[in-house]
């Protein structure tokens, strides 16, 4: 077994720093490639299904045909999850990143015979460097910024295809980290209702009631969607509509949802508290009952991935101290 991780690429494993595309692909010429990220939870993939759905969604969207169904393509991830097994086994949780372009653009391609189809990427990534940077902020919650960066509408290009064009995210991140370096976009709509986060969505809690964006200018977050489906099972009612600033800053709680932690709470937004400025007792609730859905306490795992962190750079320090 190699020590690199290995990568799926086209339809055969390649290690990591092998795993490269053509200057000439079409993601990087015209940034048409879409993509999923799926987590596992105690190493299982959570949800793989939906997030296969979403990305042949994408590919129908972006007129893009990768060569394999569904089951095929499900099929290579188990495999790459397989031949990474050892290198994933740390005791914490992986992601799975799908990457699906069109290949080599058109005229180009005559100079890359060896890559005649479609880019089909298929990698997998610890977790444990990420969930220790979320640990405080499960505590603490995070604060929040509106950059003047709008989403971009689904009448443009369809937010709904998770797709790598993500300057419009980048600008928004850049925006919100000029007023504050830690801080989340919350990016509104054209019309100023709020839309999403730059790599999540958005949920708001008002009067014991849950509030999301209708899944319009939005990727339709199959944590989103989990989340949408928990709430009905804990009997918290659920209302999916537009939503303004104004109902961020008058909420009683607000979290950020994506696949790599779940459930984020929001108890800050430009500078105010939102609610009474900590984690809600309905974004809590939420939280534990996804932990016990998963078999995973989102939290401890966090802050256990913290300590090995810090128990690993304590050793190297000793280590160059030595
Ligand atoms: C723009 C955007 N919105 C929402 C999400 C959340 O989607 P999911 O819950 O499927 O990870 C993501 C995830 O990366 C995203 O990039």
């Not at 060896?114 to 089909?120: F, N």
């Not at 997998?124 to 604060?143: F, I, K, N, S, T």
């Not at 971009?152 to 300057?167: C, E, F, G, T």
């Not at 989103?224 to 909420?251: H, K, M, S, W």
Request: proline share 6%; hydrophobic share 40%.
């Amino acid at each position: 077994m190699s020590s690199e991780l290995l990568v799926y690429m086209s339809g055969s494993f390649v290690p990591l720093s092998a795993a490269n595309v053509s200057i000439f692909d079409s993601a990087l010429m015209y940034g048409d490639m879409v993509f999923e990220v799926t987590r596992t939870f105690g190493q299982q993939p959570f949800r793989l299904r939906h997030h296969l759905e979403r990305l042949y969604g994408s590919m129908r969207y972006a007129e893009i045909d990768c060569g394999l169904s569904l089951a095929e393509l499900e099929a290579a991830t188990y495999r790459t999850i397989e031949v990474n097994q050892a290198q994933l086994a740390d005791g914490f949780d992986f992601q799975i990143t799908h990457n699906v372009s069109p290949g080599v653009f058109g005229y180009y391609r005559s100079a890359f015979p060896d890559r005649p189809g479609p880019t089909v990427t298929i990698s997998c990534w610890p977790l444990r460097a990420r969930l220790a940077e979320y640990a405080p902020q499960y505590e603490a919650g995070v604060r929040s910024v509106i950059p003047s960066q709008r989403a971009v509408p689904s009448q443009y290009i369809d937010p709904k295809a998770k797709n790598r064009s993500r300057l419009y995210y980048r600008r928004a991140d850049h925006q919100a980290h000029r007023v504050d370096p830690e801080a989340w976009a919350v990016l509104l709509d054209g019309n100023g209702y709020i839309a999403e986060g730059t790599g999540s969505n958005v949920f708001l809690v008002h009067k014991e009631t849950l509030y999301s964006p209708e899944g319009r200018n939005i990727l339709r977050g199959v944590t989103r969607g989990f989340v949408l489906e928990l709430a009905q099972t804990l009997g918290i009612p659920v209302q999916e509509r537009n939503l303004e600033p104004y109902d961020l800053l008058n909420a009683d709680e607000a979290f950020f949802t994506s696949t790599p932690f779940g459930i984020m709470p929001m108890t800050n937004c430009e500078g105010q508290p939102v609610g009474n400025g900590t984690p809600g007792p309905v974004t809590r609730r939420l939280l534990a009952g996804f932990g016990e859905h998963v078999g995973v306490d989102l939290v401890q795992q966090a802050r256990a991935a913290a300590a090995a962190v810090a128990g690993e750079s304590a050793m190297a320090q000793d280590a160059a101290g030595s």
